[in-house]
Antibody, heavy 119, light 102 residues
Framework: QVHLQESGPGLVRSSQTLSLTCTVS??????????WSWIRQHPGQGLEWIGY???????YYNASLKSRLSISVDTSKNQFSLNLTSVTAADTALYYC???????????WGQGTMVTVSS | DIQMTQSPSTLSASVGDRVTITCRAS??????LAWYQQKPGKAPKLLIS???TSEGGVPSRFSGSGSGTEFTLTISSLQPDDFATYYC?????FGQGTKVEI
């Protein structure tokens, strides 16, 4: 069973860059057919898809975050990463990495990591 | 963009109740709809894909139905472990969630 694990700082200063990494284990990120995604959940709120990367490096981002967002992949490390620039308190959320199949269903999720943006 | 709307937002029920959650799409999505269960402090768990296909290990009391723009998730006899928040999802969009509480 593929396992996903998020890692990164839990506290980020306002206007700085939020960087998270998702490590994939017991499976290869280079296996085609999967879209390696980031999803976030604001405290007490619903789920917001952030974006995905395919193992080839192609990406697709939520339009509302596109100008600040970058997702990259390192197949040699079996990891993919999220960079969100110019963060504000509105970016405080629980961030999940997840695997999506087509048609889109998120079948495997990481446990999530809480990121707080402080002023 | 296709919008997904769930109702109700909160549902109060008792153990043994039959529970139905509705999800409506703003456009025809055929049967491309999934349902997730999220318990406090946990990641969402995929329950049902393609409107009615249950994932392995999902109790048979959970069932999904619908096509086009209207979908339902039914729990035939609510169990204590089922008190959670449920989300529908199509493409890259989630519904706002339905909290099932006592």
């Amino acid at each position: 069973q593929v396992h996903l694990q998020e890692s990164g700082p839990g506290l980020v200063r306002s206007s700085q860059t939020l960087s998270l990494t998702c490590t994939v284990s017991d499976g290869s990120i280079g296996t085609g057919g999967y879209y390696w995604s980031w999803i976030r959940q604001h405290p007490g709120q619903g789920l917001e898809w952030i974006g995905y990367i395919y193992y080839t490096g192609s990406t697709y981002y939520n339009a509302s975050l596109k100008s600040r967002l970058s997702i990259s992949v390192d197949t040699s490390k079996n990891q993919f990463s999220l960079n969100l620039t110019s963060v504000t308190a509105a970016d405080t959320a629980l961030y999940y990495c997840a695997r999506a199949q087509t048609p889109v269903v998120f079948d495997i999720w990481g446990q999530g990591t809480m990121v707080t943006v402080s002023s | 963009d296709i919008q997904m709307t769930q109702s109700p937002s909160t549902l109060s029920a008792s153990v043994g109740d039959r529970v139905t959650i509705t999800c409506r799409a703003s456009q025809n999505i055929n049967t491309w709809l999934a349902w997730y269960q999220q318990k406090p402090g946990k990641a969402p768990k995929l329950l049902i894909s393609r409107s009615s296909t249950s994932e392995g290990g999902v109790p048979s009391r959970f069932s999904g139905s619908g096509s086009g723009t209207e979908f339902t998730l039914t729990i035939s006899s609510l169990q204590p472990d089922d008190f959670a928040t449920y989300y529908c999802q199509h493409g890259w969009t989630f519904g706002q969630g339905t909290k099932v509480e006592i």
